[in-house]
């Protein structure tokens, strides 16, 4: 059984920092890639990063490279997203999941956590 909980969000002011966590169990009978994925209210959703939790290669959307980061804690079944720079256009809710590798197709993913970014 895949589960995926996050935890990490909140509220910071343009500019500032979130540390994103995702506890991570079972999802390798469906994939070895986790990722994160967003949603803004009235927006589609929009995968972020991922990562090849065998290799650790890592993925990401062109609107965030060089400001976030994904990373993974193998012996805490763990995958972090670093966020630096936040813009107000961040904000949304972020889901992990696990994805098809090199692909934005999520096939599970938890409850979510809210990002929201002041200006």
């Known amino acids: 059984q895949v589960q995926l909980v996050e935890s990490g969000g909140g509220s910071v002011q343009a500019g500032g920092s979130l540390r994103l966590s995702c506890a991570a169990s079972g999802y390798s009978s469906v994939s070895n890639c986790l990722g994160w994925f967003r949603q803004a209210p009235g927006k589609e959703r929009e995968g972020v990063a991922q990562i090849n939790t065998r290799s650790s290669g890592t993925y990401y959307a062109d609107f965030v490279k060089g400001r976030f980061t994904i990373s993974q804690d193998n012996a805490k079944n763990t995958v972090y997203l670093q966020m630096n720079s936040l813009k107000p256009e961040d904000t949304a809710m972020y889901y992990c999941?696990?994805?098809?590798?090199?692909?934005?197709?999520?096939?599970?993913w938890g409850q979510g956590t809210q990002v929201t970014v002041s200006s």
């Open positions: 999941a696990a994805v098809i590798c090199a692909s934005w197709k999520f096939t599970y």
